[in-house]
């Protein structure tokens, strides 16, 4: 069954610091890959997508991410934290694309001033 | 354009008793999706919809859980009788087409004591 990990439940960055959250899937096929973020109190919102062509992929509120096959990861980059960036964030990966999701456990996103 | 609608946002109900969540999805689209997210996890697809027909609802707890989406617009989730583990976010969806992004509604926070 395919599977989602998230490295540590819980990071803290400072603002204006480099934001790195960790994404590994389980398959030797190649899936599609979606980064969500969550705040407080609101549903799911999503901050970008692979599915296919360029392995970097540029998302909303100066988010990327990366797809590395060989790695099996997709980790969620931003160059400089910015206070509103604190949330929980979920990968979330899917083996044909719109096939149900399954989620990672999130990882709560906390930046200090 | 507004969004996925969800309500009520909070219910408190003693176990054994009945409750049901409404979703409102964005209007035009015709797949809707039912999460339940528990805490510090990520979501879980309990039913999907594709107009008016329950298309996966694999996991779903069917002897308690029961869902409708009746002119293949709005949809209800129902648990009847309610059991402690079921407290949890109950997130609604909706995606243009299967396949499309979703796009999440801010979830029904139940607590059942």
């Known amino acids: 069954a395919q599977s989602v990990t998230q490295l540590g439940s819980h990071v803290s960055v400072s603002e204006g610091a480099l934001v790195l959250l960790r994404c590994n899937y389980s398959s030797s096929v190649p899936p599609y890959l979606f980064w969500y973020v969550q705040y407080p109190n609101q549903g799911l919102q999503l901050l970008l997508k692979?599915?296919?062509?360029?392995?970097l992929v540029k998302g909303i509120n100066g988010f990327e991410a990366e797809f590395k096959k060989s790695e099996t990861s997709f980790h969620l980059t931003k160059p400089s934290a910015h206070m509103s960036d604190a949330a929980e964030y979920f990968c979330a990966v899917s083996y044909n694309y719109g096939q149900n999701f399954v989620f990672g456990p999130g990882t709560r996103l906390s930046v200090l001033p | 354009e507004a969004g996925v609608v969800q309500s009520p946002r909070y219910k408190i109900i003693e176990k054994k008793q009945p409750v049901a969540f409404w979703c409102n999805p964005i209007?035009?689209?015709?797949?809707l999706y039912w999460y339940r997210q528990n805490l510090g996890q990520g979501p879980e697809l309990l039913i999907r919809?594709?107009?008016?027909?329950?298309?996966?609802d694999s996991q779903l707890p069917k002897d308690r859980f029961s869902a409708e989406r009746l002119k293949g617009v709005d949809s209800t989730l129902k648990i009847q009788p309610a059991e402690l583990g079921d407290s949890a976010v109950y997130l609604c969806?909706?995606?243009?087409?299967?396949?499309?992004?979703?796009?999440f509604g801010p979830g029904t926070r139940l607590l059942v004591l």
């Open positions: 919809y594709e107009n008016e027909e329950a298309v996966d």
């Open positions: 209007s035009g689209h015709n797949t």
């Open positions: 692979y599915t296919t062509g360029a392995t």
């Open positions: 969806a909706s995606s243009a087409s299967f396949g499309e992004t979703q796009y």
